[in-house]
């Protein structure tokens, strides 16, 4: 180990031959879950973000494939059920997919065939963070990304609830919540996102948030020229801005492409919930595993009042007979 | 590709049509979006389907397969009739002010000449009208009712844009925007470039569709330019190395051709190959093909070939007939006449149409010896695996034997691109088991045979006994002697004609280039269009600087292009006649007033002067044809013809089926089907998430296609009571096969001559070997009929017949 990793600016560079000591520390951690006092990090690192450019995209599933190579995840062989997605639905091993909508604009009676990437977008304002009751099972970065700490994780499920885009999916064997880590561990020593290395036609490009809204506001202008007027950038504000954004042909109808949300929130259930004091007794057996660098910091005592945890399984509840509620498009 | 994937992002309109390039060529697509984005290209796409490169096109238009010749005629049309043609261009080179012989001509369909009897033409008239000094007549005046011009005007008036709506099916409206968007790059400083693949070689008259673009091209002045062209996507990653190195059964390495049975020597085999210029003073290059030819003779035969024994010429096998394409093997095959197939790197029980006849051809082999790193359905045809491979095994003889053999990534060499780069790679992985490199295999089997041959003797040894190998290790060539004999050496000093006082190439070293090829034995060379590739100065092909002085996409210092590291074949038209570049924006070379000189090689004689010496430099004429004089089977224009299965009548002529030339063997004449009782048209294609039968044996690709499906349109579903993601049996005139459904908004009914032309799509991943689940492929249900001039099998358009199927298991 040498020098410390840069900050990566770019999917296509490769990594240099010494190994690089990571870039992502723990003090880099600005929110933990069930957690109040995160010390002030030290340093601010610049904020990351990929984005994905759907007018680009021809739905190759190369970031599929990325994603399960590069996190070696074992998806499922489903069957064909009669569409282009497989597997069928995010599941703890597949943390990406294609969703392919087909679109008959009743505007210029053109039929469109929308292909979306989805994924985590990891928000600057995470619901899935918020909602956690187990201390140090999500984190997030001042470089914006939010990571799931499987070894902290006790498979509640409340961070699904908490997500306003319907993204971590719980394992049935593990036990724990899984989702897109924004490659936080290639980032951390200089590299982008594996889905973004893979794409063939740069339809996903990864550097700083500020670089990348310039990319999509020149790809917007060439959307423009094209004759898609509503053509705009997905970053949405409610949820504080996104470090994974889209360029939409339709940026006035998200929910086109496969029931992307219009203006995705935090449940107020989990807004109201008086987060970072919550923990949760039960989150000690997965504690008790954490062994982690992280589990330094993150481990605190658990507790958490009869109130807060009536809310959250109210929360629960209410999300489980309508888990697709927010995503019809 | 005359010009190379990086040279897309210099065009300002991309035409995919007979291919589908997002999809099946995902890497290179890249420039396309490159394209859109820094210069604002468009991108038009014509496919049957709505796919996924239709999903980022500007511009989308249906067509029904296998009419795609109708749809090209009626643009070639269109830019006459608006006066969207590049005169200049065209006027000086092409071969538009030729005059053509009197009678030529066509009617009902037909050109003049044709035996029905015989399925060929008798292709004399063919032929422009020569002087008495042999050269052609002309008429820069285009008055002339003969000359190639006017005669393309008149074989081109039928098809107005109903004509080709009610043929291709095509709505009128959107078809005439495509017309102008094309036309409009007739300007000087607007280029368009067309990207197509097996959706037009795969048609009985592929050769005509991919002619119709070329000729297009060719009118509105964009070959040999920096963002035009006319591109062929290779399918796999090294067939243009196939095609290159003369794999194709009449063919010899650097496009030259086995001699026939007929021509028994090496003088009556030269004799039509003198390629004398039609023009005076244009270069015809093939009139090197002596050099060539000698000089891939001695690295045949090194020492053994001499002046007195023809260079070896005798040792090359003659043809008795056209050629042993794959369809002409498998029925010979079908009829006991083959003992033995070596299937090298290849799967045709899943790859070569009608599979019924494909397993019984290989049932009747004594011996089957497959090379391969996979598990392919071909080595294990005789097991059965249920409805997936339904066969009697007990009832078949054949001997089948297995050579693990190293895959791509396992193994050193040049992939050649469809840009004709030839890319040296390194081994990122050891073999596993006992798996060899190819070269290994095959050395050890001819050094077997040559010593069969030593010890027993036998028919004609000299060709064996003789063969030139002396290598390291005679066991294990390596890769890089393979490639510096492809490269070629001189084999004596070799001095300059016109100054014999200086020495170009040592005796013993590496040639430079096939310029200093010689046809007196004194230079050899395995492969002449690769001289250069593996030169004194060490592997061209391992080159990786991407410098590109010109910011014009050439890298002439990446890898190594052939011919001479050229980027963009025939670059000498992308000047005007005084040698000025087109659009001065997109400079790639120019006559500086001594010499032709810029960001490629030129594909001209340095010192060639503008305004006499024309860019075509391969033909005798110095320009590309309009017309093709009789090098075409099937006709000097593209006419339109009906696939050989088809719901509509050839609109010409009621009476003929499918290309009038194609070969066609009596049996499979039989077993086509007709609209009657097949109502359907069916097309075969790849996904992006599988290559070829590769991926299937990879659990990830698996996992992202998991399983054979086949696409139909909302209306078809409708119809015949199918739901989505429910299993149909679809079957032809030769064999069925079952699947799950897609059922999508975007294939539609097209619209033929007032009637619905239902279309299935039918995808090629699957079979019984790998990690997918068990599936079919097309080649259960296509016909057994190819090209008429290559015989490329028709897998592009054909008629099936669709029902709901009961779930697997299931009694049906």
């Keep these: ?329 | 590709m005359t010009n190379a994937w990086t040279d897309i992002k210099n065009t300002d309109l991309v035409i995919v049509m007979g291919g589908n390039a997002a999809e099946a060529h995902p890497c290179g697509f890249k420039w396309v979006t490159e394209a859109k984005h820094h210069r604002g290209a468009r991108l038009i796409v014509v496919d049957p389907r709505f796919n996924r490169t239709a999903s980022v096109a500007d511009v989308y238009a249906p067509i029904r397969p296998g009419s795609d010749i109708a749809f090209l005629m009626g643009a070639i049309r269109y830019c006459i009739e608006n006066d969207k043609v590049q005169w200049d261009y065209v006027k000086n080179y092409t071969n538009a002010t030729y005059l053509v012989n009197p009678e030529f001509g066509w009617a009902d369909g037909l050109f003049n000449g044709y035996d029905e009897e015989k399925r060929d033409y008798d292709r004399t008239a063919w032929e422009y009208q020569l002087n008495e000094d042999g050269t052609v007549k002309t008429d820069p005046t285009l008055t002339d009712p003969r000359c190639v011009w006017n005669l393309l005007k008149e074989h081109v008036a039928a098809y107005t844009p109903e004509f080709v709506e009610n043929i291709c099916g095509t709505p009128r409206d959107r078809y005439l925007k495509i017309c102008e968007m094309i036309g409009a790059t007739s300007a000087r400083d607007k280029v368009m470039t067309s990207l197509y693949a097996l959706g037009w070689t795969q048609h009985s008259k592929g050769a005509q569709n991919i002619r119709g673009m070329a000729m297009l091209q060719l009118i509105l002045g964009n070959v040999g330019l920096p963002g035009g062209g006319v591109n062929a996507l290779r399918g796999h990653s090294n067939i243009q190395g196939l095609t290159d190195i003369g794999l194709l059964s009449n063919s010899l390495p650097g496009y030259m051709n086995l001699a026939t049975e007929k021509e028994t020597d090496y003088a009556t085999y030269m004799s039509t190959r003198g390629n004398k210029p039609l023009v005076p003073g244009q270069t015809s290059y093939w009139q090197n093909t002596p050099k060539f030819m000698v000089s891939f003779l001695k690295a045949m035969w090194g020492s053994a070939a001499t002046k007195e024994n023809d260079w070896g010429f005798d040792w090359l096998p003659k043809l008795d007939v056209p050629y042993y394409d794959i369809l002409r093997m498998f029925d010979m095959m079908s009829r006991g006449e083959v003992n033995l197939y070596f299937c090298q790197g290849f799967n045709p029980l899943l790859s070569f149409p009608n599979r019924a006849k494909v397993t019984e051809g290989l049932s009747k082999l004594k011996l089957l010896v497959t090379i391969d790193p996979l598990q392919t359905e071909t080595a294990h045809f005789w097991e059965n695996h249920g409805i997936y491979n339904e066969v009697d095994s007990a009832k078949i003889m054949t001997e089948v034997l297995q050579l693990p053999a190293t895959c791509f990534a396992e193994d050193e060499g040049a992939t050649v691109n469809s840009g004709r780069w030839l890319q040296w790679h390194w081994p990122g992985a050891t073999p596993p088991g006992d798996a060899k490199h190819d070269t290994w295999i095959l050395a050890n089997i001819f050094l077997r045979v040559r010593e069969l041959y030593r010890k027993e003797g036998g028919v004609c040894p000299d060709p064996i006994l003789n063969l030139a190998w002396d290598y390291k290790d005679p066991y294990e060539p390596e890769p890089a002697e393979l490639a510096q004999e492809m490269n070629g050496r001189a084999l004596q000093t070799l001095y300059d004609p016109t100054d014999p006082t200086k020495v170009l190439v040592e005796a013993g070293k590496l040639l430079p280039n096939f310029g200093v090829m010689r046809d007196d034995g004194s230079t050899m060379a395995g492969c002449w269009i690769y001289a250069g590739s593996w030169t004194e100065d060490g592997n061209m092909m391992a080159r990786r600087d991407n410098s590109d002085p010109g910011e014009i996409g050439t890298y002439l210092n990446w890898t190594f292009a052939w011919p001479a590291n050229r980027r963009i074949l025939y670059n000498r038209a992308s000047c005007d006649l005084e040698g000025k570049p087109w659009d001065p924006a997109r400079k790639l070379i120019e006559w500086n007033g001594e010499r032709w000189a810029g960001f490629d090689v030129p594909d001209i004689a340095v010192t060639a002067k503008p305004e006499t010496v024309m860019p075509f430099i391969m033909t005798p004429e110095g320009t590309a044809r309009l017309f093709a004089r009789k090098l075409m089977r099937d006709g000097p224009f593209p006419i339109h013809m009906e696939p050989f299965e088809s719901p509509v009548e050839n609109p010409f002529n009621a009476k003929l089926r499918g290309n009038p030339v194609a070969r066609i063997f009596p049996h499979d004449l039989e077993q086509l089907g007709t609209s009657g009782d097949f109502p359907f048209v069916a097309t075969s294609y790849r996904l992006t998430e599988h290559f070829h039968f590769w991926t299937k044996h990879s659990r990830v690709n698996a996992v992202l296609q998991p399983e054979f499906f086949v696409e139909i349109s909302e209306e078809l579903a409708a119809e015949r009571g199918i739901t989505k993601g429910g299993r149909v049996r679809v079957w032809s005139a030769r064999g069925e096969v079952w699947a799950k459904a897609v059922v999508t908004k975007r294939i539609r009914p097209l619209i033929c001559n007032g009637k619905p032309v239902h279309v299935v799509g039918i995808p090629l991943h699957w079979g019984f070997m790998g990690a997918a689940r068990k599936g079919f492929g097309p080649n259960s249900l296509t016909p057994f009929v190819g090209d008429a001039n290559i015989d490329t099998p028709e897998f592009k358009a054909f008629l099936v017949n669709i029902e709901p199927a009961a779930e697997e298991g299931a009694s049906a």
């Design chain 1, 1 to 329: 180990m040498s020098e410390r990793a840069p900050e990566p600016v770019t999917a296509a560079a490769n990594p240099p031959l010494q190994p690089l000591a990571s870039n992502l520390l723990p003090s880099d951690v600005i929110r933990v879950s069930a957690t109040s006092d995160v010390p002030a990090p030290e340093r601010e690192l610049t904020p990351v973000a990929k984005l994905i450019d759907v007018s680009k995209c021809i739905g190759c599933k190369a970031c599929q494939s990325a994603c399960i190579e590069w996190n070696d995840t074992h998806p499922d062989l489903e069957e064909n059920v009669g569409v282009y997605e497989n597997p069928h639905d995010l599941t703890p091993d597949m943390f990406t997919l294609m969703r392919f909508t087909e679109y008959e604009n009743p505007v210029t009676n053109e039929f469109e065939w929308l292909i979306r990437k989805d994924g985590c977008m990891h928000c600057a304002d995470p619901g899935c963070l918020k909602a956690c009751p187990a201390p140090g099972a999500i984190v997030q970065y001042s470089n914006g990304i939010v990571d799931f700490i499987s070894d902290n994780c006790i498979g509640c499920g409340y961070c699904v609830a908490g997500c306003p885009f319907n993204i971590p999916r719980i394992s049935k064997t593990a036990h724990v919540s899984k989702k897109c880590t924004l490659c936080s561990d290639r980032v951390a020593v200089g590299q982008g996102p594996a889905c973004a290395k893979a794409c063939p036609t740069k339809a996903i490009s990864f550097g700083t948030k500020e670089d990348m809204v310039t990319l999509a506001n020149e790809r917007v202008e060439d959307l423009k020229s094209r004759g898609y007027d509503h053509a705009g950038l997905y970053d949405p504000q409610g949820v504080g801005g996104t470090h994974v954004m889209y360029v939409l042909h339709h940026a006035d109808q998200p929910s086109l492409y496969s029931g992307l949300p219009d203006d995705p929130r935090i449940s107020p259930v989990v807004r109201g919930w008086k987060g970072p004091a919550k923990t949760v007794g039960l989150a000690v057996a997965g504690l008790a595993a954490a062994g982690a660098v992280l589990h330094g910091i993150f481990a605190r005592p658990n507790e958490v009042t009869a109130h807060e945890e009536g809310e959250a399984e109210e929360l629960v509840t209410h999300r489980n007979h309508a888990p697709q509620g927010d995503r019809e498009a």
